[in-house]
């Protein structure tokens, strides 16, 4: 494909995928030869278009700007260079909301399917990436886990580290979660977002917008910020918006991170939520043991049969369960339990904290309140209730909602060393010798005495099930109340404050 058939291309693309109309293609097409610098003659016919995968056609577009010196050839110049020619085609925000308000008109379904097809037409969710994720279930004791190595962040490159480290301290947008960032062109530093859309949305009285996740790590990933630039917080209008997300987007799941650094997200400096079209293996798990709050009796709850420690309120009146969820919130930020672990405070530095996530199930609303604390100690310098050493092979990072609710996000290095895992395995090498394997030894050692046969027909399997064990055993560590006798009592007792 030379470069005037991929713009030609390009045009089909977006015809095809409703991007643009008829009436667009010239508009559209002056707008690409611009952008890509480039001269035509009087025989260019871009109506003629032959149909290509995308990233087929972005390919030979890039690759002809880096020949012609209009981009350098770096990853991070190209993914803002492609962006920039895909926005030519993405209709502008006030159009993409008009077309979201008449379909939400015949339903939710409808505007969320046109929203999230126009996210990943327009590539701002970059399908081609999105597809080499490595993606499988592994069954536990606690359902099944969904375990994902996610391949599609891209890599940053050198140049890219080396603008960030210069970046200035007063920068527009302020992070990737502002509501300026719709239409922004990046930087070296910042992701292009010229593609990204955002549907506003009130709660609570105030502004938000809903957007999709660029890296999908779920079925319809989005996350749903405040207009306001302010940092994560939560609290009772906490879960007043998330219950009203859900009289917005009834066939949506919708959580936030909590707002303590070890035991949130990776971004506490924009409040946000993240929910989608995705049912979470925390979702079909059972309570271990129903509980009545007093004052509460017509809110159904209990204890979640789940390795984190999950509260769940189950009612038809909203307001009533903000209010015991607030109550149970406001009572967690203050208890401590030595025989647990637990301490409310170190001076005035808080540690307790709550993850929620909000759904509805049988026509009531149904909220999970995951008890949080994110202490530190001499053996557990990275977090008491977190990943332990001894995991930190396949998972080190943060337990943020998306882990909570039962999907793992592990890091894209762990294909390699997996893959030279197997071979290790399979030819009985030394592991622990092996500097690019060898934090995996322990654990290696362990499958080998677990498995009696180990063949090349099998191993695959078994190494997957075996992190997809692991994780269960990370989420293990992050919960609070364990599931033994003293962790029961502990729990128990808990309750029993709330009901004081
Ligand atoms: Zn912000």
Not at 348 to 367: F, Q, V, W
Request: net charge negative.
């Amino acid at each position: 494909m030379n470069t005037i058939e991929a713009v030609c291309s390009l045009i089909r693309y977006g015809l095809d995928t409703e991007l643009i109309e008829e009436s667009d293609i010239f508009y559209v097409t002056n707008a690409l030869l611009d952008t890509l610098k480039l001269d035509v003659d009087a025989s260019f016919h871009p109506e003629s278009g032959e149909a290509h995968p995308l990233e087929e056609i972005l390919k030979a577009l890039l690759d002809d700007a880096a020949d012609r010196g209009v981009i350098e050839n770096g990853i991070a110049s190209r993914d803002l260079f492609d962006t920039r020619l895909m926005n030519c085609l993405t209709p502008r925000p006030s159009q993409v909301r008009h077309t979201f308000d008449a379909l939400y008109k015949e339903s939710p379904e409808k505007a969320t399917d046109y929203f999230y097809k126009l996210s990943c037409d327009s590539d701002y969710i970059r399908r081609y990436r999105i597809a080499k994720d490595r993606k499988w279930v592994t069954s536990t004791k606690y359902g099944d886990l969904d375990i994902t190595i996610n391949l599609s962040k891209p890599e940053k490159d050198p140049k890219a580290i080396a603008a960030a480290a210069n970046q200035s301290q007063n920068r527009y947008p302020v992070d990737l979660l502002c509501h300026e960032n719709e239409g922004f062109a990046g930087r070296l530093d910042h992701p292009a977002r010229f593609t990204l859309r955002q549907i506003p949305l009130t709660l609570d009285h105030e502004a938000w917008f809903m957007q999709y996740s660029p890296y999908v790590y779920y079925n319809e990933h989005c996350i749903v910020l405040s207009e306001a630039h302010r940092p994560m917080k939560i609290e009772k209008a906490t879960f007043t918006r998330l219950l009203e997300f859900l009289d917005i987007f009834p066939h949506y799941t919708i959580g936030s991170n909590s707002d303590l650094p070890i035991c949130g997200g990776s971004i506490l400096s924009h409040e946000h939520f993240q929910g989608g079209n995705y049912t979470f293996a925390m979702a079909k798990a059972p309570l271990r043991k129903p509980v009545t709050f007093q004052g509460f009796e017509e809110v159904e709850a209990g204890i979640v049969e789940w390795p984190m420690s999950v509260i769940r309120l189950d009612g038809k009146d909203p307001s009533r369960i903000v209010e015991l969820a607030d109550h149970i919130l406001e009572t967690w930020k203050n208890y401590s339990d030595d025989n647990c672990g637990i301490k409310a405070f170190t001076n005035d530095t808080p540690h307790n904290t709550i993850t929620p996530i909000a759904r509805m199930k049988d026509g009531k609303y149904e909220l999970d309140l995951v008890l949080r604390n994110n202490l530190t100690s001499e053996q557990y310098p990275l977090g008491i209730f977190h990943p332990h050493p001894h995991l930190h092979h396949i998972k080190k990072e943060n337990i943020g909602l998306i882990e909570v609710m039962g999907l793992a996000v592990l890091p894209a290095r762990l294909l390699n060393e997996m893959e030279e895992l197997k071979k290790a395995i399979l030819n009985n090498e030394d592991i622990a010798s092996n500097t690019a394997i060898a934090s995996h030894a322990v654990w290696a050692e362990g499958i080998k005495q677990k498995y009696t046969d180990i063949n090349s027909g099998n191993i695959d399997s078994i190494i997957q099930d075996e992190i997809g064990y692991v994780f269960a055993e990370v989420l293990e560590n992050a919960g609070i109340y364990k599931d033994d006798e003293n962790g029961r009592n502990g729990f128990d007792a808990f309750i029993a404050k709330i009901n004081e």
